[in-house]
């Protein structure tokens, strides 16, 4: 007596094959399928589609659930369109067709290549099973050359667009702003500007019911549904900490698009992995910026200066601002008991048994809170009373010490370049005197090497001397905004974290010395954003 056969079809469709078009659809695939089983009096137990999934990888979901029917007996026949349906990997394929199918007596028909495993398998199947991946490797070649191309001219092939972006409805691949949330960015951007950290973002976003990005694509497109269809009512508003960073680190907002921040090990192992800064592909100005590149970098500069807030609610307001003035370490907090805390050089602070590293520039913390309260209050009492007379003091202030930097700076490039011509010049002399035998090969090689390597460090000095000179040049628009800023501010009564980081970028302890009286005294520069040193 025959057989009977409990049939699996089962059908693949990944995202490579949909350019070939309804030739091998998913519901190509099933008619073929169908009308096999029918006119083979096949007994169908159940469809089996894994839609989106390469061939090379065997933990495709519907796949895994088929197996596992085999396992338990349900089914002891798969059929497939052809052997590219089943899979593209040389050594899978002889795996289940020599191997567990016959151990467990499994009946394999691909239809359209008229392979049937109770007929006996035809001598070209390792070769077509070999021609298959052969196939998804060159495919996964020219996939990833046609998205280098694409990301070069600037193209996000990403499905989503970024929050506060949509998809530019007139041009593939591209973003525009979308007006209905730029204003979450903008906020979230606003709030880490002043202060906050990530925490403290998504306790306000919370708060404030700001729906997080996957429920607007819910509210509008539908999609997220099996997050948000039966969930609670705050699901909708509950930021997670990983979205904030994200966000605030995504160059996306000043304009850029940077790709190839992770990639799958091989065509094979389609298992993510995160590469190498250096490896991202960094494309500028592809689109219409919504963060500045300034309120950006800030943002930057105090995501990489933060440090967790202390039980006491002390320490906090001025983490990753206070610098050592003599070796540029930061400063380290203490307590003396419960009487009162202060700070010394952290330098000093980790190396001191050794001796030699640093001086203690010791300053206690109601010193500096009270003397950096009274210089902000002083600030902003002049941009209440007359912000444009503030705005001019600060202008030839600024002035006075761009072009106290400049001179130094100058001095220092044509110094450089001297040293550079000068190293030129011996250089081609010596070349002359070996080429004339006038000195040997071995000394050559010697003092090449050694000039080579100065001619290094001084080039990159004069580079430096240039950067310095180009960043130094303060413009009237830094004057303004750190005048509207402070008088967005008002007077302050006390300090906090947030106020700190949006007005200051540094604040320089100097180590403390003795007057002619025996008084103690100390210098302290506060570095304020956008205006640098101001007195």
């Known amino acids: ?42 007994h169908v137990v159940d469809e089996y589609v894994d839609d989106g999934w390469s061939g ?58 008229n392979e049937d495993t109770e007929k006996g398998l035809s001598d070209f199947v390792p070769f077509k099973n070999l021609f298959n991946e052969w196939f998804a490797k060159d495919t996964s070649r020219k996939v990833k050359a046609a998205l280098r191309a694409k990301h070069a001219a600037g193209e996000r092939t990403a499905t989503y667009a970024p929050l506060g972006y949509k998809k530019d409805p007139d041009e593939k691949n591209k973003i525009v702003i979308d007006e209905e949330t730029r204003w979450v960015v903008e906020k979230i951007f606003d709030l880490a500007a002043h202060g906050c950290g990530a925490a403290k973002i998504a306790r306000v976003l919370y708060d404030e019911k700001v729906p997080t990005p996957a429920y607007w694509h819910y509210m509008r497109q539908g999609k997220f549904d099996y997050v948000f269809a039966d969930a609670p009512e705050d699901k909708a508003y509950s930021w997670s900490l990983a979205i904030i960073r994200a966000i605030l680190n995504d160059e996306t907002y000043i304009g850029n698009t940077i790709h190839h921040k992770q990639s799958t090990i091989s065509y094979k192992n389609k298992k993510v992995v995160q590469n190498p800064k250096e490896e991202w592909v960094r494309v500028e100005n592809t689109h219409e910026p919504i963060i500045s590149k300034d309120l950006f970098n800030q943002v930057q500069e105090q995501i990489a200066t933060r440090r967790r807030m202390q039980k006491d609610a002390t320490t906090q307001i001025f983490a990753g601002l206070l610098k050592c003035a003599d070796c540029g370490w930061s400063m380290s907090y203490a307590k003396k008991d419960i009487s009162y805390a202060y700070y010394v050089c952290g330098r000093h602070r980790a ?24 210089r902000i209050q002083h600030w902003a009492k002049r941009a209440k009373k007359d912000e444009n007379k503030l705005l001019e003091d600060l202008l030839k202030s600024g002035d006075r010490e761009r072009a106290a930097a400049v001179k130094k700076q100058t001095a220092e490039l044509k110094k450089a370049e001297k040293r550079k011509a000068e190293l030129d010049n011996m250089f081609a002399k010596m070349y002359e005197d070996w080429a004339a035998g006038r000195i040997t090969e071995s000394n050559f090689n010697m003092l090449s090497q050694r ?4 001619q290094e460090e001084q080039e990159q000095k004069i580079q430096d001397c240039k950067t310095k000179l180009a960043a130094g040049q303060q413009t009237v628009e830094d004057a303004q905004k750190w005048v509207e800023l402070i008088k967005q501010i008002g007077v302050p009564k006390e300090l906090t974290a947030e106020l700190l980081n949006a007005l200051i970028e540094k604040i320089i302890v100097h180590e403390a ?17 956008f205006v640098g040193k101001i007195d």
């Open 351 to 374: 190396y001191r048994y050794k001796g030699g590293e640093c001086t203690r520039h010791y300053l206690r913390y109601d010193v500096l809170y009270a003397y950096v309260l009274e």
């Open 513 to 529: 010395t003795e007057d002619d009286f025996g008084f103690r005294q100390q210098e302290i520069e506060i570095i304020f954003r």
């Open 56 to 113: 090379t990888n065997f933990e495709r979901p519907d796949f895994k659930r088929m197996m596992d029917d085999v396992e338990s007996g349900k089914i002891n026949c798969i059929v497939t369109k052809d052997l590219s349906r089943f899979g593209r990997e040389h050594v899978m394929m002889d795996y289940y067709l020599e191997f567990m199918f016959p151990e467990k007596h499994i009946r394999y028909i691909a239809v359209t290549e």
């Open 451 to 454: 000039y080579q390597k100065e």
């Open 1 to 42: 007596m025959k057989q009977p056969y409990n049939t699996a079809l089962y059908m693949r469709l990944s995202r490579d094959d949909e350019k070939y078009g309804d030739s091998v659809s998913i519901e190509t695939q099933r008619t073929i399928l169908r009308q096999f089983a029918s006119e083979n009096n096949l």
